[in-house]
């Protein structure tokens, strides 16, 4: 697994210049180090909000907050390490797409059927997520015992796909051609590396897309209306 430096000296080969850094956290004093340090973590989160990387995906559930208004039920504290919200589930919720249920009111159904999966039915709750006065990021949501699915911030490479290292080496590689190269030749080159990180994007996300497979259960119209 690549480590930041590593990332960073990649990027830098990717523009042709054989500078090989040591150490971005502090800079090293060369001026690739301070480019480095300047550009890396802009590059890294960025590219972590163009996708719902799974190796950034969390679930939590929410610790409750005083609630200021009354448009919603619920406020609860954001995970401190939130990069992005995907979605707020009900606690025992599975995933986004279906949600278990025990019918009570029929005992042959509870008993050969339960517990099912809704066909399709789709679960994740309207929410809001604001700052109040202290600075302090509150979700506001209908869902009581809120779950969040989020994409968390994820600073340590280690954790990091080989693809989404391509993609972020050749973005990092974009906002370093400018300060490296500079002038004309400088803003052709960004504009290269830019539309290398897009073809390494789209096999990221397609590679890490194939790490999930969740596919509601189907129960037909006669059986759900028994």
């Known amino acids: 697994m690549a480590s930041v430096v590593e990332i960073c000296n990649l990027a830098l080969a990717h523009l042709g210049d054989d500078a090989s850094i040591a150490s971005i956290d502090p800079p090293e004093g060369s001026a690739q180090a301070e480019h480095c340090a300047r550009f890396y973590p802009i590059a890294r989160d960025s590219l ?6 799974n190796f950034a995906s969390r679930r939590a559930l929410l610790a409750s907050v005083t ?15 939130m ?12 995933n986004d797409y279906s949600a278990k249920f025990t019918p009570s009111d029929n005992p042959d159904f509870l ?22 006065t202290s600075g302090n990021k ?6 009581e015992n809120a779950l969040l699915r989020y994409q968390a911030l994820v600073t340590d490479p280690t954790k990091f796909d ?4 391509m993609a ?15 002038g004309d030749q400088g803003a052709a080159e960004g504009k290269r ?18 790490q999930r497979n969740i596919k509601p259960e189907h129960i037909t119209s006669w059986i759900a209306g028994r």
């Open 138 to 143: 509150v979700l506001y949501t209908d869902q």
């Open 67 to 81: 609630m200021p208004y009354s448009m919603w039920k619920y406020a609860y504290a954001v995970p401190g390490d």
């Open 111 to 132: 008993h050969n059927y339960a517990p099912l999966v809704a066909a399709g039915r789709y679960v994740p709750q309207p929410y809001s997520i604001e700052t109040d």
């Open 168 to 182: 972020l080496s050749h973005h990092l590689a974009a906002m370093l051609a400018g300060p490296v190269i500079k």
């Open 193 to 210: 590396q830019t539309q290398l990180m897009v073809g390494y994007l789209q096999q990221a996300r397609m590679s890490d897309g194939n």
């Open 83 to 94: 990069m992005v919200a995907v979605s707020v589930l009900p606690h025992d919720a599975e």
């Open 162 to 165: 080989p693809l989404f290292v």
């Open 48 to 53: 972590l909000q163009m996708h719902n990387w």
